[in-house]
């Protein structure tokens, strides 16, 4: 872990290698918490993961060194002068707390930096979105002790060892994934010689489900980000993988039917209600069509002209005889002309 804005590998210089273009850019923000404690619930949400487990690297009941980023495993490479070292060669020495049971893992070699109060960086060998690892420290000293795991990504977390190794499991989003990791145990110099040991370091990129819009069509309301037995779980629309609310086809409007515009006797299908009345017209009902709305999509009533007039028998008789009076009248005038 990088403090106080300084540079410092392992316990001496900067080394030009792969650490300087990476620890020394990081930044971390934390803290975050695990999200898994237990290393079986870890590998059934996250299966198919790489382990670095370091059986075998060590001399059987001893320990092996590394020279800086001479160690490999599973796709992973660990930066910084290391040791790993048998659970039975720790369990010979003598006068340590970690000579009997609680550290030792029967069979197990752990990874340990080469000096009290190292550190060392795991380069995962690109981006991952799930790491987790069995930890603890090699302590002479008790009190005031700390390791701390810190992320590319910006996150870190702070453990208080306990008398045993244990398992912590960290999940993060694809869209902030890690790739180096850096530990480091803390604590007063005077209280000891203080190492940090790790064994099965798994990793990986989980798998993500794909998502969706997802349309509740009677009710016109769609959800971005959904998965598909999630959406058609609830009995709704999936619009399918990636898709979104904006480009569903259909589009998720709700329910629809015949608008009419009485005023100008136009009639539209597929309006939303709200989008038919919010614009002054008639809305035909969910499901109703032009051609069947009730009442008819006319328009405006066009008054009939006024009628003819009609003539009674007695009117028309009248007629003929103020008709023929007039004839009359107009014949004797041209005689006395």
């Known amino acids: 872990m990088l403090r106080d804005t300084q540079p410092r590998f392992f316990g001496k210089a900067c080394v030009p290698c792969l650490l300087s273009a990476t620890l020394a850019a990081h930044s971390f923000a934390g803290p975050i ?32 060194p590394f020279p800086e980023s001479d160690l490999s495993e ?30 030792i893992n029967s069979g197990s070699q752990y990874l340990i930096p080469d000096t009290p109060f190292g550190v060392f960086e795991i ?21 005031d002790l700390e390791i701390i795991i810190g992320f590319d990504n910006g996150d870190s977390y702070t453990l208080t060892p306990s008398a045993a190794f244990e398992f912590v499991g960290f999940a993060f989003d694809v869209g902030n994934p890690i790739s180096i990791v850096d530990i480091e145990i803390t604590g007063p110099p005077a209280e000891g010689l203080n190492f940090v040991g790790i064994d099965d370091i798994c990793f990986g990129t989980a798998a993500v489900e794909a998502v969706g819009a997802c349309c509740n069509d009677a009710a016109g309301a769609c959800t971005d980000d ?26 998720c409007v ?30 035909g009902g969910d499901g109703s069509a032009c051609v069947t709305i009730d009442p008819p999509c006319l328009g405006p009533t066009v008054p009939d002209p006024d009628p003819i007039p009609t003539v009674t028998p007695i009117g028309m008789l009248m007629l003929s005889v103020t008709l023929l009076a007039g004839l009359v009248l107009m014949s004797r005038r041209r005689q006395s002309v």
């Open 33 to 64: 918490a695990p999200d898994f404690t237990d290393a079986g619930a870890f590998h059934t949400a996250n299966p198919g993961l790489s382990t670095a487990g370091f059986e075998g690297f060590a001399i059987p009941d001893g320990l092996s």
């Open 74 to 103: 599973s796709g992973a490479t660990f930066f910084g002068d290391t040791h790993v070292i048998s659970s039975t060669y720790l369990g010979a020495l003598p006068d340590m707390p970690f000579s009997s049971g609680p550290y």
């Open 123 to 143: 380069d995962l060998g690109g981006s991952r979105t799930a790491f987790g690892v069995d930890i603890g420290a090699l302590f002479l000293g008790t009190t």
């Open 226 to 251: 959904v998965t598909q037995p999630v959406c058609e779980g609830a009995g709704d629309r999936y619009g399918g993988d990636e898709s979104t609310c904006a480009t569903i086809d259909p589009p």
């Open 254 to 283: 709700g329910p629809t039917g015949a608008c009419c515009d009485d005023a100008l006797g136009i009639c539209t299908d597929g309006e939303t209600q709200a989008a038919c009345e919010g614009a002054g017209a008639r809305y």
